[in-house]
């Protein structure tokens, strides 16, 4: 385990490995937060890890922890916000509190909620947890960039089944309506929810036909190649005049080879044994 | 601001004139003014605004789930939206959208609750919205006001963005007769006290209140003497003018187009209850969905009228041994 450098490599080849490290310390972040919580949403933490990691860290988001709420910073939505711990551990890695602070998740009176929320903790843009929520506030606060002539951008990061509730198809037709190309959706395509494999649920695909159908640029891309996301997320809009969707393809518990691909991992909490083989298996230290 | 104001406004008016014009004069005058619409241009009364800004008004169709969540959006934006629609869909559809974008997040996100009560009559309890006042009270952060008038609904939206923060504002569309004078300002959280007296209290809101107005004026004849307060803000409440009430006459009749449980009679009852415990009669529509009948059909079925409060009053007063 060598020491990371603090800022991402100006080398393309290096800022892909950088990233991806990054992400593995957020991994290992979540996951100590879930063991030492007993609670918590590991599988999704994982699967979000290189993309939480590429949008705060390789310097797509515009974003200024010393300002949280800077008014022409580019919002990022964690629709799903059972992914919080992942999400809090890129927050604090970004610089907008300290990372000691990731110690108090889910302790009493704790800034870190189980699911994010803007009015404790900064950084965040809203109040998730309830599926099917991000997705219509990402479209208002593009709508709103618009209305004010403004340059920044919207992004929001859905999980797969949450894409079952009918309220993300409704901001769909509006985005594609106003054709808000401000807009990018990111969809954690881990292929598993709560009780089981997506496609046994409820079939998702074909998702990126149903989304080019409601107007939108769709793309497919490898959610865990940090070089193509970082490459995808810093040349958007997919297409002008239209809101764009990266169907990320990911691994529900990617990183750690236990709980990859299980659906008991949605929400499965690490023993201590378990988080010792992860941290074998990231090659990080967590550091807080 | 007088009871007689009632007797001779013979006049009736459409809150929903006044609500349009004060929207529209203050996206004129502030560039944050933004409106968001479910399709129905013509029951919100947005068809001049779309015309005047259509950059800043948004139709997302038949969809208040999206609805509310984009208005949650356009306040992150610092945009102010005044989110209108009927307030069955807004309230029923939209109720976790509610709690979670707005009341949870206190999103500056005004919500204009149009045709509530039984306005849509003949439609029937689909159309109607009697619950929404007991489901908006118990959300924290979001102030719940029913104006009375509309020079009452004009003052309150002007009031609503100066407010940071997620309001319900419910806009009457029964034509309704002024029970204030032009002079009125609106206060967050203060009842008003349209007639003092010294026997029974009637707190009532909307287009109860001039009802509650004539039914003191029927009860003063009877050699009753009634107070009348308009309690628009249902959240926050006016602790005072209710414990005042309990404390100085002998007893409440509250009286609300909207479900009997729940709304501001069961407000001022929580408050009684807990500081000055009083006879009460809570008038409106009682556990059930309403029988098919015009507005006014409906209201007079439900002893939702100026006699009704009357004889509730008359009622709890004989009760009380009086």
């Known amino acids: 385990m060598s020491e990371l450098p603090l800022e991402m490599p100006a080398a393309a080849a290096e800022r892909a490995d950088w990233l991806h490290r990054k992400a593995n310390w957020i991994r290992l972040s979540a996951m100590t937060m879930n063991h030492r919580a007993g609670l918590g949403h590991t599988g999704g933490d994982l699967s979000s890890a290189d993309m939480l990691a590429t949008l705060y860290l390789g310097g797509v988001l515009r974003v200024d922890p010393a300002e949280p709420h800077w008014p022409a910073r580019d919002r990022f939505i964690l629709s799903k916000g059972h992914g919080a711990a992942a999400f809090y551990s890129t927050l604090a890695a970004r610089g907008f509190f300290p990372a000691e602070r990731l110690r108090t998740y889910m302790e009493p009176l704790s800034m870190l909620n189980g699911h994010p929320d803007r009015n404790k903790l900064p950084g965040v843009e809203a109040n998730t947890g309830p599926l099917g929520h991000g997705l219509p506030i990402a479209v208002g606060a593009a709508l709103a960039a618009r209305m004010r002539h403004e340059p920044w951008r919207v992004f929001v990061m859905t999980g797969d089944g949450e894409l079952q509730e009918g309220s993300n198809w409704e901001a769909a037709m509006t985005a594609q309506h106003y054709g808000l190309d401000n807009l990018t959706v990111i969809v954690d395509r881990n292929r598993i929810q709560q009780g089981d494999f997506t496609e046994n649920t409820i079939r998702m695909e074909p998702l990126a036909a149903r989304f080019a159908a409601f107007g939108f640029a769709v793309e497919e891309i490898d959610g865990h190649d940090t070089g193509a996301l970082l490459e995808r997320f ?55 | 601001m007088s009871g007689t104001a009632n007797q001779l406004a013979a006049q009736l008016f459409d809150c929903r004139d006044a609500y349009m014009s004060v929207l529209e004069e203050m996206a004129a005058a502030d560039m944050r003014v933004c409106a968001v619409a479910n399709d129905s241009l013509s029951s919100a009364k947005l068809k001049n605004f779309k015309t005047k800004f259509p950059e800043r008004f948004v139709n997302v169709g038949i969809a208040e789930q999206n609805m509310v969540g984009v208005g949650a959006g356009l306040a992150n934006g610092g945009m102010v939206p005044y989110v209108c629609g009927a307030s069955c869909f807004l309230t029923a559809r939209a109720m976790e959208q509610v709690k979670v974008d707005l009341a949870y997040t206190r999103a500056n996100v005004k919500l204009c609750a149009m045709s509530p009560g039984m306005a849509y009559g003949q439609l029937g309890p689909t159309h109607h919205s009697i619950e929404d006042l007991a489901w908006m009270r118990v959300l924290p952060n979001l102030a719940v006001v029913v104006p009375a008038d509309s020079i009452e609904t004009a003052a309150v939206m002007r009031y609503s963005l100066i407010h940071e923060g997620p309001m319900f504002l419910r806009i009457g569309r029964t034509p309704a007769p002024s029970v204030h004078d032009d002079s009125y300002e609106f206060k967050l959280g203060k009842a008003v006290k349209l007639r003092d007296g010294r026997d029974v209290t009637l707190i009532a809101n909307g287009l109860l209140v001039s009802k509650a107005l004539d039914a003191a004026q029927a009860l003063e004849a009877r050699g009753v003497s009634a107070r009348v307060l308009n309690m628009s803000t249902i ?5 005072e003018a209710i414990v005042d009430a309990a404390r100085d006459t002998h007893g409440i009749v509250t009286a609300e187009e909207a479900l009997a449980t729940g709304g501001l009679g069961g407000a001022v009852a929580e408050i009684v209850a807990h500081e000055h415990p009083t006879r009460m009669r809570m008038l409106g529509v009682p556990d059930t969905f309403a029988p098919t009948g015009t507005a006014e059909f409906l209201l007079e079925h439900f002893g939702l009228t100026a006699a009704g409060i009357e004889s509730a009053a008359i009622d709890l007063l004989r009760k009380e041994g009086r």
């Open chain 1, 234 to 288: 810093t040349h958007l809009p997919l297409e002008v005049g239209k809101p764009s969707c990266v169907i990320a393809r990911t691994v529900k518990g990617k990183g750690v080879s236990f709980a990859e691909n299980q659906p008991a991992w949605h929400h499965g909490v690490p023993t201590a044994e378990q988080l010792a083989a992860a941290t074998q298996e990231l090659d990080v230290e967590v550091g807080w």
């Open chain 2, 235 to 239: 959240k926050p409440l006016d602790r």
